[in-house]
């Protein structure tokens, strides 16, 4: 493995070069292994009382602050190791790493000698760096989130509203996790910055599609329709995909959000996603039940098969 030529930390990626099949089951494993650890230590903080919601406090928690309590007691103890593994698949870096001036206000206006942009988007800012490589730079808000998720309601004719909605550290890993998950490009998550709390990320660079072209036809193999009758989404392609038997709305996967890859492939580079809401589907019987078949079979129909003999 490579050094990344701005943290020096290993590096799988290089410009738009797709790594080999083994790198990115390597990658995949990083993300689920990130998000493990995310979840054992956001239990661990819960186990405290320490509030989780929104997630910044955590992910940018420094691992000194609890060293003289964790030897006092095992609840203490769980949460600096868990905070320590966590540290470990997500490191703190700096702007200035990447060739930003201190204490830097607007990454686009401030600008980094080294990185040339390319373009800035509600989420994230992405730049190009001498190497070909893609890097997002994704700014919190104020109130500690960052990026964006779904929220789930109830409607009158359809079983589920999705809105977009501000997210979180965990949604975007999760994200990234996802875009990997569906064959999407090669995303390796850099790092997060102490002072900003910028979540850093670095991605195979690819061929712009034309603004607006139609990508109905073009989605990941993986994803499944959804029938209106179930959800309506304000955002493009609203799809189902499972995460480990989980069902996950994903959406926005339109003309910006897909590149052509080395290997001529259309693949996403970033997309918008939730899983599904576990309570508001148990209202729903006939969801629910499309849900538990279309999981062994994706061409699964609205309504269950009915023998003659039944009937
Ligand atoms: N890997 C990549 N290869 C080529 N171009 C890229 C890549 N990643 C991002 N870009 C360019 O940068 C734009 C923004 O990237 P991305 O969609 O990841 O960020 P975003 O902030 O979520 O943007 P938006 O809010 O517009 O969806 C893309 O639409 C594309 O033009
Ligand atoms: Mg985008």
């Not at 569906?182 to 850099?190: D, F, H, R």
Request: with cysteine.
């Amino acid at each position: 493995m490579q050094a990344d030529p701005f943290t020096g930390q290993p590096s799988r990626l290089c410009g738009g070069r797709l790594p080999a099949a083994d790198d990115c089951r390597a990658l995949q494993h990083d993300h689920q292994r990130r998000l493990e650890a995310l979840a054992r230590f956001r239990a661990a903080a819960e186990k405290v009382g320490i509030g989780t919601d929104p997630d910044d406090d955590l992910v940018l928690w420094e691992s000194d602050e609890i060293a003289l309590l964790a030897g006092a007691d095992p609840l203490w103890g769980e949460l600096d190791e868990a905070a320590r593994a966590f540290r470990a698949t997500f490191p703190i870096i700096s702007l200035e790493e990447f060739g930003f001036p201190e204490e830097v206000e607007d990454l686009l206006g401030d600008g980094s000698p080294r990185l040339r942009p390319i373009s800035s988007g509600v989420e994230a800012t992405a730049f190009e760096a001498a190497d070909q490589s893609i890097y997002k730079f994704f700014m919190p808000r104020d109130d500690g989130r960052i990026g964006g998720t779904f929220e789930f309601h109830r409607g009158d004719e359809v079983a589920l509203h999705a809105e977009a909605s501000d997210g979180s550290y965990q949604a975007m890993l999760e994200k990234f996790d996802l875009i990997m998950r569906l064959g999407g490009m090669p995303t390796e998550v850099v790092g997060v910055t102490r002072r900003e709390g910028v979540l850093v990320v670095k991605q195979t660079l690819g061929r712009r599609l034309a603004e607006g072209a139609d990508t109905s036809k073009v989605q990941p193999a993986d994803l499944i329709v959804i029938p209106s009758r179930f959800l309506r989404a304000h955002r493009d392609h609203p799809r189902l995909y499972f995460v480990d038997d989980r069902p996950w709305l994903v959406a926005d996967l339109h003309s910006k959000n897909l590149v052509e890859a080395s290997d001529g492939q259309l693949r996403a580079i970033d997309l918008l996603a939730a899983p599904l809401p576990a309570d508001l589907i148990a209202k729903e019987p006939l969801l629910a039940d499309w849900l538990e078949r279309v999981r062994h079979d994706p061409r699964a129909g609205v309504l269950r098969a009915v023998h003659d003999d039944e009937l």
